[in-house]
Nanobody, 123 residues
Framework: QVQLVESGGGLVQAGGSLRLSCAAS????????MGWFRQAPGKEREFVAA????????YYIDPVKGRFIITRDNAKNTVTLQMNSLKPEDTAVYHC????????????????WGQGTQVTVSS
């Protein structure tokens, strides 16, 4: 069992930055690919970014490429999402997730979810 707890959300003006963190319980953190999803009001949850178990491979959706950076620290059981140049359309609840599968198809095999943290970007 893995528990995921997100932090770092908040309100920011367009063009600003936020750093989301996800703390994972358990001793098997390094065996999971990790990633982030988001869900905006009235929309379906969408995949945002993923990172492989070693941290050597990362994947992003096109709208966030060049603005968001996903990293992980296996010694601290944490994964972070650095979000820069934020836009109002980035407003959503961001969820951390863990997959025992591969990062390149992360969206299709999620084993654990966090509760989410709200990110609001004002124009």
């Amino acid at each position: 069992q893995v528990q995921l707890v997100e932090s770092g959300g908040g309100l920011v003006q367009a063009g600003g930055s936020l750093r989301l963190s996800c703390a994972a319980s358990g001793r098997t953190f390094s065996t999971y690919a990790m990633g982030w999803f988001r869900q905006a009001p009235g929309k379906e949850r969408e995949f945002v970014a993923a990172i492989s178990q070693s941290g050597g491979d990362t994947y992003y959706i096109d709208p966030v490429k060049g603005r968001f950076i996903i990293t992980r620290d296996n010694a601290k059981n944490t994964v972070t999402l650095q979000m820069n140049s934020l836009k109002p359309e980035d407003t959503a609840v961001y969820h951390c997730a863990a997959s025992s599968g591969y990062a390149y198809n992360f969206a299709y095999e999620i084993d654990y979810w966090g509760q989410g943290t709200q990110v609001t970007v004002s124009s």
